[in-house]
């Protein structure tokens, strides 16, 4: 049996098959729900309680959460930073990329 995972928002976490539907269930986190049947989780989101097109592809270039960068001098303490900040270092990436491209020719 196939099944996906999704949060509150209808956006799919995790999908898998299983012969234990049971056991699935029963490792579900807070504010985690069940569906059955085969879900792509970058073009699919649940809306309803049923697996829906979505609307906007679902970008995982940025996350909803914040993402985790471990320090090198202090690897025990995550820095947590915003959607915005990883966005502004991805659009630095982007130019320093660019930059490279330019001086190679």
Not at 46 to 57: E, H, R, Y
Request: glycine share 6%.
């Amino acid at each position: 049996m196939y099944y996906y995972i999704y949060d509150e928002t209808g956006r799919i976490k995790r999908t898998g098959s299983t012969a234990n539907k049971k056991r699935v269930q029963q490792n579900l986190k807070a504010g985690e729900f069940f569906g059955v049947g085969k879900a792509n989780d970058s073009k699919q989101m649940v809306v309803d309680g049923k697996l829906v097109s979505a609307q906007v592809p679902l970008c995982k270039r940025i996350p909803d959460e914040p993402i985790t960068v471990v320090d090198t001098q202090t690897e025990d303490q995550p820095a947590h930073i915003t959607r915005e900040q990883w966005q502004s270092i991805l659009e630095r990436l982007d130019k320093l990329e660019k930059n490279n491209v330019k001086n190679k020719n």
